[in-house]
């Protein structure tokens, strides 16, 4: 392969992986596992996976953190990842991985947006290229307003056995159809996910130029945002029942979710 199109086949990959971690995590969900806890879990798998390794890879070049990086750091995994997170994977019970992978590729344009808001990035709205840029903007905006408001046809599939379809003695029942009032609600919250994950990108930034240290960086922020995750569901799931984990879909979902933390620093979905 060209090495010019080499980064566009990782980002296809990548986009890959994570369609298959939406629709796996869904499965999850509609065998009754608590999105809240399953943030935690995953962000948990992430620490212990990642924080040894950032360690061991930096022993020797890492410089001290100062109490302002950290504390920065820990504003940047509350917003980015904690909330984010714990917004998209509510939502996504309620809603489909289809609209979880359509709404993430929002976040570039609202990415965008918020930088050129903190003059973090220009346009010239007279050249091509500004005007080409605002052309994705408007285009990503109206994909996910569609997918929002618009309900369409429903379509059969081919297959009808269901790979993740839940047993009748799990926990709990699979979530109902949401209606369409919800259906927007819970997209909409999808979409406020983003926002806070486009922050944290624009935050971050100004980060790592403070501390240009992109493994320990994710690292700390993986850290702090499994005990900030812990907090969130020791408070919105009080039935500890539901922390246990079993042999099923659930488990697969927390491993599988955990790798695009830990395999590319700076990246959390």
């Known amino acids: 392969m060209d090495a010019r199109l080499k980064p ?3 980002a296809i990959v990548i986009q890959l992986i994570y369609t298959g971690m939406f629709i796996v995590s869904k499965a999850a969900f509609d065998h009754g596992m608590s999105s809240y806890v399953f943030v935690f879990y995953r962000q948990a798998a992430g620490s212990v996976l990642l924080l040894p390794l950032a360690l061991l890879l930096n022993r020797r070049t890492a410089r001290s953190m100062s109490f302002m990086v950290l504390l920065k750091l820990f504003f940047c995994a509350l917003i980015g990842v904690t909330l ?3 917004l998209y994977h509510v939502s996504l019970k309620f809603t489909s991985a289809t609209v979880a992978s359509a709404t993430d590729n929002s976040a570039p344009a609202i ?3 918020l930088a050129l808001l903190l003059r973090m990035e220009h346009v010239k709205l007279k050249s091509w290229s ?3 840029k605002l052309t994705g903007v408007a285009l990503c905006v109206a994909g996910v307003l569609v997918i929002a408001f618009y309900t369409g046809p429903g379509l059969s599939p081919v297959n009808h ?3 993740f ?3 009748s003695s799990g926990p709990s029942p699979p979530v109902a159809n949401p209606t369409r009032g919800a259906w927007v609600k819970w997209t909409f919250l999808m979409v406020v996910a983003n926002v806070a994950w486009s922050l944290w990108i ?3 930034a100004a980060v790592l130029k403070e501390y240009p240290n992109k493994m320990l960086v994710t690292a700390v922020q993986c850290v ?3 005990m900030q995750s812990f907090v969130v569901a020791a408070v919105a799931e009080r039935d500890f029942s539901r922390w246990k984990l079993r042999l099923d879909i659930s488990l697969l979902a927390i491993f599988y979710s955990e790798r695009p933390t830990t395999c590319k620093p700076g990246a959390w979905r």
């Open 165 to 167: 379809a839940p047993h």
């Open 224 to 226: 702090f945002s499994t």
């Open 84 to 86: 984010s997170l714990n």
């Open 130 to 132: 500004g005007i080409a």
């Open 161 to 163: 056995h269901r790979a």
């Open 8 to 10: 566009y086949g990782v």
């Open 111 to 113: 990415t965008f947006f």
């Open 202 to 204: 624009v935050m971050q």
